[in-house]
């Protein structure tokens, strides 16, 4: 049973830093993509950030572009997302989600293309 559990959340003050973790475990061969979602209150869920395995590419939504990284551990079950300078709006329940389907470089971020999620961690950004 395949099974993602997010860590790593917490309160940070504007301008710190968090690393959110992704337990990944279930899969008997490798995923295609992986990525980081968020969900403010009131909000859609957004995209964040994606690691492309079968094209070992990045994507990243424009608002956290430079301040956020995706990798992920070399035993490839556990994944990151190192998030610097964090502002107010970066506040919302973060989510891991993996996919078996190709991840299109054009839409990375489209939810029904993810199979498999996790319960969410909780980041709040203090100004």
């Known amino acids: 049973q395949v099974q993602l559990v997010e860590s790593g959340g917490g309160l940070v003050q504007a301008g710190g830093s968090l690393r959110l973790s992704c337990a990944v475990s279930g899969y008997t061969l490798d995923y295609n993509g992986i990525a980081w979602f968020r969900q403010a209150p009131g909000k859609d869920r957004e995209g964040v950030s994606c690691?492309?395995?079968?094209?070992?590419?990045?994507y990243y939504a424009d608002s956290v572009k430079g301040r956020f990284t995706i990798s992920r551990g070399n035993t490839k079950t556990t994944v990151f997302l190192q998030m610097n300078d964090l502002k107010p709006e970066d506040t919302g329940v973060y989510y891991c989600?993996?996919?078996?389907?190709?991840?299109?470089?054009?839409?990375?971020?489209?939810?029904?293309?993810?199979?498999?999620w996790g319960q969410g961690t909780q980041v709040t950004v203090s100004s």
């Open positions: 690691l492309s395995i079968t094209e070992n590419s990045t």
């Open positions: 989600a993996t996919s078996l389907t190709h991840i299109v470089p054009s839409h990375p971020f489209v939810p029904l293309i993810y199979d498999d």
